[in-house]
């Protein structure tokens, strides 16, 4: 449900914008050196989004098939190094740019509408998800950054969410990747599960999208499995999903800070800026699209290039990932995010039980 030398992060060799030592062969400007690489990812981007025409490939975010075509493309083909500087590029800016845009589908009203006690209940299960996953991740002996990648992931909104945290847990290409492979198989797993279970667990429409939206990972994946109840579940599950969008900015933020303040950090406290610049945009546009009207064929377009955006960014990420790498992270990681699968379906629905 996305990103500059005033980034938090602690910059990667793959991860800086192109510089003098990283312009790609036969680019005298950097910003011309860029360009190779963009056009490699917005090629890949554009397949995702005809692969999605494939039958049964719908149900699959572009996002999600963008970055597992770049991957494929790059232990299969090869990265040219020509295109090295543009990948960064889209690694960064090009996805926190995105992450700002994402605030065009949300206003205060939207979330007012899902009603206090449900954003309670949001609210509650991201911060018992996070913790728990964390805890979790503790005594798995997965590494730090994948699991809060994971807890982000899980807790929040699949995908944008985990690409979000990044920017500040600063994991690798791989742990990215992984984290956004647990992401797209569980909430899969729960986006055909849920409504199977809806008749088990005698759950109401107004329960069941409840239920759906704030647990299922990707917003696309909470889309398909609410509306499987009706049009009221739907609505609900979508607008539940939307509110535990908005949570990104804080918890983002959160991180940083803790980042900031954990002991013996690497990250220039100088230069840097307490909070993320991408997340106070994020924040500037939500509350710019609850205060003006913005016409409906216009935040349509706007959702289209933010998903476009975000696609590139990943299919950069995907242009980076190395399958070696990431089959020696283990199963350990898996078994994490089935974990937190499992908690927060199982904590959102009890708290559904007691307060819905």
């Not at 605030?103 to 609210?123: E, H």
């Not at 959702?303 to 199963?331: C, N, P």
């Amino acid at each position: 449900m996305t990103i500059t030398t005033d980034d938090l992060s602690t910059p990667r060799a793959v991860a800086v914008g192109p510089t003098r030592a990283t312009q790609a062969p036969g680019f005298s400007s950097p910003a011309l050196a860029v360009l190779p690489g963009l056009a490699v990812a917005t090629a890949i981007a554009v397949g995702a989004y005809l692969a999605r025409r494939i039958p049964g490939m719908a149900t699959f975010s572009p996002m999600i098939l963008a970055i597992l075509i770049g991957m494929a493309f790059h232990n299969i083909v090869g990265t040219p190094s020509i295109a090295r500087p543009g990948i960064a590029f889209g690694m960064r800016r090009l996805l926190r740019i995105a992450i700002v845009l994402l605030g065009f589908q949300l206003t205060a009203a939207q979330i007012a509408a899902v009603g206090g006690r449900a954003l309670l209940i949001v609210a509650a299960t991201l911060v018992a998800t996070f913790v728990f996953t964390v805890y979790a991740g503790r005594a798995l002996g997965v590494d730090r950054k994948l699991t809060e990648l994971i807890a982000a992931g899980t807790s929040i909104c699949g995908a944008s969410a985990i690409v979000a945290t990044n920017t500040v847990t600063d994991g690798s290409d791989e742990d990215v990747t992984y984290a956004i492979a647990c992401v797209t198989v569980f909430g899969s797993i729960a986006m055909f599960g849920y409504p199977v279970l809806q008749h088990l667990l005698h759950l109401d429409p107004r329960a069941y999208g409840l239920w759906s939206g704030a647990s299922i990972h990707e917003i696309a994946q909470v889309v398909a499995a609410a509306f499987q109840n009706g049009q009221r579940a739907g609505e609900l599950g979508t607008m539940t999903k939307l509110a535990r969008v908005m949570l990104l900015a804080p918890t983002v933020l959160a991180l940083s800070i803790k980042a900031r303040l954990s002991p013996g950090s690497t990250r220039v406290r100088a230069v840097s800026p307490p909070v993320p610049w991408f997340v106070l945009g994020f924040i500037a546009v939500v509350a710019a699209n609850s205060a003006i009207s913005i016409p409906a064929d216009a935040r349509d377009v706007i959702a289209t290039v933010t998903t476009f955006l975000l696609s590139v960014a990943l299919a950069a990420m995907g242009l980076e990932t190395d399958i070696v790498k990431l089959y020696a992270r283990g199963f350990r990681p898996a078994i994490l995010g089935a974990a937190a699968f499992l908690f927060i379906a199982a904590f959102s629905l009890t708290l559904i039980k007691l307060m819905g």
